[in-house]
């Protein structure tokens, strides 16, 4: 089944890879989902609406109050081995699109 994935991914000329938070837990950045560990599991938080945060002061400074915060957190971990596999894809032009949610 691995042997199949990766033929895929080297015969592909135009990639597009999807990713989400799950990606970066190796770096020790929490996901929202995971049971026990994740932020929701953890927290009352939830991600702030697109449209709270367009129309509601109070929601968008408390949503950069927590981000100010929490940035450090967020800039000491580095980038784990999924991270550089596909910063090596996406240089040697095997991946044409990397969306993520991180």
Do not use: C
């Not at 042997?3 to 999807?18: K, P, Q, W």
């Amino acid at each position: 089944q691995n042997h199949a994935l990766e033929e895929f991914i080297l015969s592909a000329r135009r990639l597009l890879v999807l990713t989400g938070a799950g990606l970066s837990t190796e770096s020790g950045i929490p996901d929202y989902r995971s049971e026990g560990v994740g932020l929701y599991d953890r927290t009352k938080h939830r991600p702030i609406q697109h449209m709270e945060f367009m129309t509601d002061f109070q929601a968008r400074r408390r949503y950069w109050a927590r981000n100010y915060i929490g940035f450090p957190v967020f800039i000491s971990k580095g980038p784990n081995t999924a991270h550089k596999v596909l910063a090596e894809m996406e240089k040697s032009k095997q991946i044409k699109w990397l969306v993520t949610q991180n």
